[in-house]
């Protein structure tokens, strides 16, 4: 299908892929007016924004904010939504290809039917690089799919205080596992970026978002540079090396001042001593919080852009920031330089990613979103994040055939909680909400003849009949600030209640824990005959069935310490305090 808009080729030297980057760049650079280059830095929401308005306003940028889909919520649905923003920007004059971004971070989650991986705290109990880099192969076919091109992922957060509501989407509390795993990176960009599925990555969010005060999202890190360089630099470092095309900026402060105004670690550090040539992009409303009041203004906009900035994520208000941008170059408290220096990053990822010669879908790849080859290398991450805890007198693995085997718990068969937050909305949230396969079906998929497998969310009508009951416990989705815990960390009543019906009748318990990070469990275990915490491992919950079963030998390694009480937080490994199980800790079957 010819779609309208790719006919203008004028033959001019930036529309000739045969030149080398560089030069492309500097030829279009120089046939751009100003308002064209203020619209390349400009990103707005797909909601707040039509095509027409990307011909009108040269927009470089359209974004999804979480959960944010066309109707219906279907890959060849979104695929036509992206290309008709592509037709809006192919109706410019330099039709200057537009970039559309969304947070695809654990599968691409937004679409319903894509394949949802698990969380990266359960990929860095995996310690398998090897494996997250086919992640994130899986999930730039299925994106691509849908015709988007840049993933805002990794988060290479190094998660220091459990508290923190994005715990999950950390690989870890030390930055050694993000800089392993960071080889997502290349999944998703391919060795080169003009791969037929390759989506631009993001290393996010820059730098020390897990780091702060009490877990505070978007709080402030309190650190020398030496221990922030120590501790929160690495995995960013890692990112660069492999060539990750974006950086975006994180919320939070580092010693009080906020990051989006942070030139010295923006520019000098990230862009000087790392040598990073991408594009940095701000994050939602980010340049907002510099002076701390609601809302931007000029002095902000000048702060975030000079400190380094080149993309600005301005959902809704990006007439009003195009406006106050141009005023900031006319009064010179922005250099042209600043802005000619951004549009090369920008524009140098644009031509690198093969957006001028196809810029729309690719739709070879939409029947990969929710594919089965993907769901099963999911079933296979699922598998190797389980990390067993505890397995007094050997209960698990669980024998296949002629037991009798109660299931119970509010994560049982719940591919909502299962998934967790940033899954088909912004916060996720409980029940059907897209196709999967809950523990639950996992455990009955795996029963042999002569088993039963009964089924009671609140573990009503448990006997001692039963050889053994799973209790699928834990927490309910969230993300970023919504999933701050600033009280206890123990599971909720129902929880507690339903763990306490199985064990009445003298049933040896398993513990299933669906949860983002460790919880505050020390003074039940003992009651538990086994413990197997399952992060949050997304669509294909037979990898929890499969580990159970023994299919597969638990192999998963703990991440993140694992207090022994909530007053123990921040505890990280090396700290001195002593925790229930440390850092790297798991067991397997004999
Ligand atoms: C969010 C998150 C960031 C995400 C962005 C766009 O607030 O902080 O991780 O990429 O906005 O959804």
Known sequence: MTLPGSVHAAGLPYQDPSLPVATRVADLLSRMTLDEKIGQMTQAERGSASATDVTTYRLGSILSGGGSAPTPNTATSW???????QTGAMATPLQIPMIYGVDAVHGHNNVVGATIFPHNIGLGATR???????IGQAVAEEVSGTGIDWDFAPCLCVARNDRWGRTYESFGEVPSIASSLSTIITGLQGTSLNGPSSVLATAKHYVG????????DQGNTVLSEADLRAIHLPPFQAAVQRGVGSVMISYSSWNGVKMHGNKYLITDVLKGELGFSGFVVSDWNGIDQIDGTTGFTAAEVTAAVNAGIDMVMVPTAWKNFITTLRAEVANGHVPLSRIDDANRRILTKKFELGLFEKPYTDRSFTATVGSAAHRTLARQAVRQSQVLLKNAGNVLPLAKDNNKIFVAGKNADNIGNQCGGWTISWQGSSGNITPGTSILQGIRA???????VTYSQRGSGIDSTYKVAIAVVGETPYAEGQGDRTGTMSLDRDDLRVINTLRGKGV???????????????TELPNWNALLASWLPGTEGAGVADVLFGDYKPTGKLPSTWMTSVSQQ????????????PLGYGLTYP
């Open 79 to 85: 695929a036509d939504m992206y290309d008709s923003f």
């Open 570 to 581: 921040p505890i990280n490994d090396g700290d001195g305090k002593t925790p229930l199980f």
């Open 209 to 216: 978002d897990g780091g702060t005060e009490g877990g505070d």
């Open 446 to 452: 795996a029963a042999g003849p002569g088993t039963t």
């Open 128 to 134: 398998d690089p090897a494996l997250v880099q086919q």
């Open 508 to 522: 040896p318990v398993v513990v299933v824990l669906v949860s983002g990070r460790p919880l505050d469990i020390a």
